[in-house]
């Protein structure tokens, strides 16, 4: 209680001084303020992109990986090694790990590429055309929203039928319902069996712009000997991924006769892989963003240190009549202190909610992805405390060794 009664004086003063010197205040705030809202916006950005990248880019379905020809690379003279190490991946390399995986609950197969859609004398170019197996609905993030999947009949029969994307359906076919209606695909007419639900758009670009066909029917008319295929397994659960993969890595190195000392030939995917390639993307973001906002908090804890150094030149003989009546050095000391820190947490405070209110902007009205975490306001909070009572020390330190009797001969 007493500890409380002590500490209540000084933050008292601390907010009572902020009010009558608003000008000083506001300087000696100023680099509080901006070294923390930075320090927030730049953190909301990374957590808000790798949260992105989570649950809209990495997502990748429930407990699925993939195979694939490149694995993730961002070394130029890897990517370069397997450009011409690595092979497409086959029909039969689908067939084989389909037939041969004990561990997996399902192996799907798909690919993709780029066509022309056209229907009601209107025409979307740049459609993305995705060949699928009839189970890629049963493990995919995308679901018909009206009609139906692709079917394993659809695919027996190479048939022309096609699930279609909310932009496809809207454009192509405004105020109609597209399903049983026909929908050319560079020149070849599909029926169309279902419409997908709206996934919306990706760091601003539409999502929304495709059409998924029967994997067989494309490759009837577009496989050439560089089409390569990705194979997405589902594993039986998250704890059975990483055995699931090795089951799957082993199979295909042993189809291709690649020998123990010998680097794989294809790429292993999941969604765990594609967000650490993020974070470390982000994370040189972060790093390359701690020297500015140190070189602001700096700035603002050293503005502190001069500003209170003024204040106790100001309240010298108030020290003086302080520590004649029995204030101990410790009790000067926690006094400057606890002022220091009152008023740096007040710049930090008002740092935050800065960087709060920016960050909802940017979110609401931007492609940009932004999500603050508590652990960052915390984080933030308690540096700006920190600096401030680091760089109030040396002023505390100097008001509590006045010496009384030279204090109260100071002149106001």
């Known amino acids: 209680m007493k500890t409380r009664l002590h500490l209540r004086e000084p933050a008292s003063v601390a907010l009572e001084t902020l009010r009558a010197h608003k000008l000083r205040s506001f300087l000696m705030l100023l680099g509080i303020v901006l070294s923390v809202s930075t320090l927030i916006m730049v953190v909301s950005l990374i957590s808000g992109v790798n949260l992105y990248v989570a649950t809209r880019i990495a997502n990748l379905g429930s407990n699925v990986f993939l195979v694939m020809r490149f694995p993730i690379l961002t070394d130029i003279n890897e990517i370069v090694k397997a450009t011409r190490r690595n092979k497409v991946v086959t029909w039969e390399d689908y067939t084989y790990l389909r037939d041969n995986m004990k561990l ?38 995308e679901a018909p929203a009206q009609g139906r999947y692709i079917t394993d009949s659809d695919n027996e029969h190479h048939s022309l039928v096609a699930l279609i994307g909310t932009d496809v359906a809207d ?33 601003g670009r ?37 055995r699931t993969q090795e089951e799957a890595q082993m199979l295909m190195r042993a189809r291709r006769h690649l020998k123990p000392n010998e680097p794989d030939s294809f790429g292993v995917h999941d969604a765990g892989s594609l967000v650490d390639l993020f974070k470390r993307i982000t994370g040189a973001l972060a790093a390359s963003m701690i020297g500015i906002v140190a070189v602001f908090l700096v700035i603002g804890g050293v503005v502190i240190m001069n500003v209170m150094l003024a204040t106790v030149t100001e309240r010298t003989r108030e020290i003086g009549l302080r520590k004649s009546l029995g204030a101990r ?28 209110a920016f960050a909802q902007i940017v979110a609401a009205n931007t492609p940009v992805p932004m999500h603050v975490p508590i652990s960052a306001v915390i984080i933030a909070l308690s540096a700006s405390t920190a600096v401030g009572v680091f760089f109030g020390l040396y002023p505390a330190r100097k008001a509590a060794g006045l010496n009384p009797i030279e204090a109260l001969r100071q002149e106001i």
């Open 171 to 203: 454009k192509l076919f405004p105020g109609r319902d597209p399903v049983g209606k026909d929908l050319d695909i560079d020149g070849r007419p599909y029926q169309v069996v279902g419409v997908a639900k709206p996934i919306g758009t990706v760091l």
């Open 206 to 242: 539409p999502q929304d712009n495709f059409v998924y066909v029967p994997i067989e029917t494309y490759l009837k008319f577009y496989a050439t000997s560089n089409t390569s295929l990705s194979i997405n397994v589902q594993t039986k659960g998250g704890e059975w991924m990483s």
């Open 104 to 141: 997996a609950l399902r192996v799907g197969v798909e690919t993709r590429g780029t066509v022309r859609a056209k229907a009601n004398g209107q025409t979307i170019e740049d459609t993305s055309i995705r060949g699928v197996s009839a189970n890629i609905g049963d493990m995919d993030v």
């Open 329 to 356: 050095r410790a009790d000067i000391l926690l006094q400057f202190l606890t002022e220091t820190a009152v008023m740096s947490s007040i710049g930090g405070l008002i740092g935050v909610l800065l960087a709060y």
